[in-house]
């Protein structure tokens, strides 16, 4: 894929595809409830349609179609034993979240995804879940999948998780359902809340106090409605595409706004961005809005602590703005981005530095000395979707042509990603 600098602005709306989180949940949830669940503006993404098939292995119809998916929910016991292997393809959280379904069922399994999951620590997920008298173990011995995982009833826990992961907390707060009291997770800080909320309206009693939620195990969960609304992971790429091409001025269609995952808004007015939300609203406890965003002038700021946990995925893509910025940005305590689909710490420090920027790695983060002049490279995206993505908005920005090597990874979370960048330029 190769992308030449604007020499016009960008101008229009856009309506990004449904939250990928939340799409996985639902397909999830709306499996362990009894009755129908009906979910529309889901992402049709490979990781998503991954958990789809996991399911459908499980003895779970889903009927899935352009205007909506329909979850034949079985109940919390309703799932059987598959045939086969269950392949979560490139998707972390397919992986550790259905490892907690599965810890608590009457049937074993193995479960496996692609290259890079198998490179991705699952002894985060492990640990807790041995903690509740799981059977799970890592086939290779090295704490990462593929992963034999056999059922049987839990015991619930009070789990004090090291890392602030949405992950590995609705990895245990999903086993929790077949524990046998209350099963609680309290992070270092808050993660996003998306099991929370969701699993809440399909009838689960939680509980969340500061950055510990609890929950009651065997519920009886009921198919319920839902609108996943826009992923702010995805509009972040037309929010640093607006805020840095001059004259540009962008609408972004019912962003999902949860304030466990605006960071990237926070970081950008820090940095002096104009980004008005219009039309704010809620659904099903996400909030959600239109963002306005027009081209500013910016500067650096410092990102760090409980702020990471709510814009992980933004990181590499904030780079990105803050290579543009004029002063320093800092990120720290973001170690977290070296275990996701590549190590995207030192990815983002050699590809910006491969386009002109002032950059430096550090053990949890990175310092970028923006403002300086840049210019296209040939970035390799690693099969990363986000990195491709981040690349893909730096070289609208940088002088001459930037080439994205196996572009195509997009598909993961972004299937329309180009011809929606390809329509802002020609708005």
Same mark, same amino acid.
């Given at each position: &894929?190769? @992308?030449?600098? *604007?020499?016009?602005?960008?101008?229009?709306?856009?309506?990004?595809?449904?939250?990928?989180?939340?799409?996985?949940?639902?397909?999830?949830?709306?499996?362990?409830?009894?009755?129908?669940?009906?979910?529309?503006?889901?992402?049709?993404?490979?990781?998503? *349609?991954?958990?789809?098939?996991?399911?459908?292995?499980?003895?779970?119809?889903?009927?899935?179609?352009?205007?909506?998916?329909?979850?034949?929910?079985?109940?919390?016991?309703?799932? %059987?034993? +598959?045939?086969?292997?269950?392949?979560?393809?490139?998707?972390?959280?397919?992986?550790?979240?259905?490892?907690?379904?599965?810890?608590?069922?009457?049937?074993?399994?193995?479960?496996?995804?692609?290259?890079?999951?198998?490179?991705?620590? &699952?002894?985060?997920?492990?640990?807790?879940?041995?903690? &509740?008298?799981?059977?799970?173990?890592?086939?290779?011995?090295?704490?990462?999948?593929?992963?034999?995982?056999?059922?049987?009833? *839990?015991?619930?826990?009070?789990?004090?998780? +090291?890392?602030?992961?949405?992950?590995?907390?609705?990895?245990?707060?999903?086993?929790?359902?077949?524990?046998?009291?209350?099963?609680?997770?309290?992070?270092?800080?808050?993660?996003?809340?998306?099991?929370?909320? &969701?699993?809440?309206?399909?009838?689960?009693? @939680?509980?969340?106090?500061?950055?510990?939620?609890?929950?009651?195990?065997?519920?009886?969960?009921?198919?319920?409605?839902?609108?996943?609304?826009?992923?702010?992971?995805?509009? !972040?790429?037309?929010?640093?595409?607006?805020?840095?091409?001059? /004259?540009?001025?962008?609408?972004?269609?019912?962003?999902?706004?949860?304030?466990?995952?605006?960071?990237?808004?926070?970081?950008?007015?820090?940095?002096?961005?104009?980004?008005?939300?219009?039309?704010?609203?809620?659904? !099903?406890?996400?909030?959600? !809005?239109?963002?306005?965003?027009?081209?500013?002038?910016?500067?650096?700021?410092?990102?760090?602590?409980?702020?990471?946990?709510? *814009?992980?995925?933004?990181?590499?893509?904030?780079?990105?703005?803050?290579?543009?910025?004029?002063?320093?940005?800092?990120?720290?305590?973001?170690?977290?981005?070296?275990?996701?689909? %590549?190590?995207?710490?030192?990815?983002?420090?050699?590809?910006?530095?491969?386009?002109?920027?002032?950059?430096? /790695?550090?053990?949890? /983060?990175?310092?970028?000395? /923006?403002?300086? +002049?840049?210019?296209? !490279?040939?970035?390799?995206?690693?099969?990363?979707?986000?990195?491709?993505?981040?690349?893909?908005?730096?070289?609208?920005?940088?002088?001459?042509?930037?080439?994205?090597?196996?572009?195509?990874?997009?598909?993961?979370?972004?299937?329309?990603?180009?011809?929606?960048?390809?329509?802002?330029?020609?708005?």
């Amino acid at each position: &894929m190769k @992308i030449q600098k *604007l020499s016009k602005p960008l101008r229009g709306e856009i309506t990004i595809p449904g939250d990928k989180s939340i799409s996985h949940r639902a397909v999830m949830f709306g499996a362990l409830a009894e009755g129908i669940t009906r979910v529309t503006n889901f992402l049709q993404g490979a990781d998503c *349609l991954s958990t789809i098939s996991c399911f459908r292995n499980m003895g779970i119809q889903i009927d899935n179609s352009p205007e909506e998916i329909v979850i034949h929910g079985k109940g919390l016991h309703g799932l %059987s034993a +598959p045939a086969c292997t269950l392949d979560t393809g490139n998707s972390g959280t397919t992986t550790r979240l259905i490892s907690g379904i599965l810890a608590g069922q009457n049937f074993s399994c193995t479960l496996t995804g692609d290259e890079s999951i198998q490179s991705r620590p &699952m002894g985060r997920i492990i640990k807790p879940l041995t903690m &509740m008298g799981a059977s799970i173990e890592s086939v290779k011995g090295n704490n990462c999948a593929p992963l034999a995982i056999q059922g049987h009833p *839990l015991h619930s826990i009070h789990y004090d998780s +090291p890392v602030a992961s949405a992950q590995v907390k609705s990895c245990v707060l999903l086993a929790g359902l077949y524990g046998d009291g209350i099963t609680s997770v309290t992070e270092p800080y808050l993660s996003r809340n998306h099991t929370e909320l &969701m699993l809440s309206h399909f009838g689960a009693q @939680i509980t969340s106090e500061g950055s510990t939620a609890s929950i009651q195990a065997d519920p009886k969960l009921h198919g319920l409605d839902i609108a996943v609304p826009g992923d702010i992971s995805s509009a !972040a790429y037309f929010i640093a595409a607006g805020l840095l091409v001059p /004259g540009s001025e962008v609408l972004i269609r019912n962003v999902g706004i949860n304030p466990t995952r605006d960071g990237i808004l926070r970081v950008c007015r820090a940095m002096g961005a104009d980004i008005q939300l219009l039309n704010v609203k809620e659904a !099903a406890g996400e909030p959600t !809005a239109d963002l306005l965003v027009r081209h500013s002038t910016l500067h650096g700021t410092v990102i760090e602590g409980e702020l990471i946990p709510t *814009l992980i995925d933004e990181i590499p893509v904030i780079a990105v703005i803050a290579a543009f910025a004029e002063g320093t940005t800092i990120i720290r305590n973001a170690e977290e981005l070296k275990v996701k689909e %590549s190590n995207r710490l030192d990815i983002m420090v050699t590809e910006l530095k491969a386009m002109g920027c002032d950059i430096e /790695g550090t053990d949890d /983060g990175m310092i970028i000395h /923006g403002g300086k +002049p840049m210019h296209g !490279a040939v970035i390799d995206s690693r099969l990363d979707h986000r990195i491709a993505m981040s690349f893909a908005i730096a070289g609208l920005a940088a002088d001459g042509e930037t080439e994205i090597l196996r572009g195509e990874c997009v598909n993961i979370s972004y299937p329309e990603f180009y011809s929606d960048l390809n329509r802002l330029q020609n708005a």
